[in-house]
């Protein structure tokens, strides 16, 4: 029984994970295309929210 729960677990844990690693990958598309453009401040702002999408990622054990 532990082992179909665990499997269960996993998958939801992955749906979850799953989503967040794409937010984090628009927000990275964002700055890139930020700086692509040339405007220094737009890609300030959006590193800015990069950073804490980051950061968010690395305390819930996405990112490392």
Known sequence: PQAKKRARQNV?????NKMRRSR??????AVEEAI???????AADALKAAQQELMR?????VMH
């Open 24 to 29: 984090i990958r628009t927000y990275l598309r």
């Open 36 to 42: 692509a453009s040339g405007d220094q401040k737009a």
């Open 57 to 61: 990622g690395v305390t819930n054990g």
């Open 12 to 16: 939801a844990r992955f749906a979850v």
